[in-house]
């Protein structure tokens, strides 16, 4: 199984950028789909979610309004659309997938990191001011 997360860059404040969670060795299209990021000295922390069904999406208040994660169950592919990007959002942002999860899990199961059982690489995003 394996995430393969790309689309990271180097942009300036207020420009965007979408990431792509391609996934391989697995079908991730009835999976929870999560995007994380980590700062350099930071903890990991939840950026977005995606049900299982595709029906609710779940956002860190830091983000809410920005960010819209979605998915292309054709592709097999989870997407990650960033907006009016703000240096604070420079990170480290990995992709991951539950396919265990309930289809009823809400926020708080769905921005829990420990719950995610595949994992992405991880992708350079760097917003200069």
């Known amino acids: 199984v394996q995430l393969q997360a790309s689309g990271g860059g180097l942009v300036q404040a207020g420009g965007s950028l979408r990431l792509s969670c391609e996934a391989s060795?697995?079908?991730?299209?009835?999976?929870?789909v999560g995007w994380f990021r980590q700062a350099p000295g930071k903890e990991r922390e939840f950026v977005a979610a995606?049900?299982?069904?595709?029906?609710?999406?779940f956002y860190s208040d830091s983000v809410k309004g920005r960010f819209t994660i979605s998915r292309d169950n054709a592709k097999n592919t989870a997407y990650l659309q960033m907006n009016s990007l703000k240096p604070e959002d420079t990170a480290v942002y990995y992709c991951?997938?539950?396919?265990?999860?309930?289809?009823?899990?809400?926020?708080?199961?769905?921005?829990?990191?420990?719950?995610?059982?595949?994992w992405g690489q991880g992708t350079q995003v760097t917003v200069s001011s």
């Open positions: 060795g697995h079908t991730i299209r009835r999976d929870l």
């Open positions: 991951a997938s539950d396919p265990n999860a309930i289809l009823s899990a809400g926020p708080s199961y769905s921005s829990d990191h420990e719950h995610y059982n595949y």
């Open positions: 995606i049900s299982r069904t595709g029906g609710s999406t």
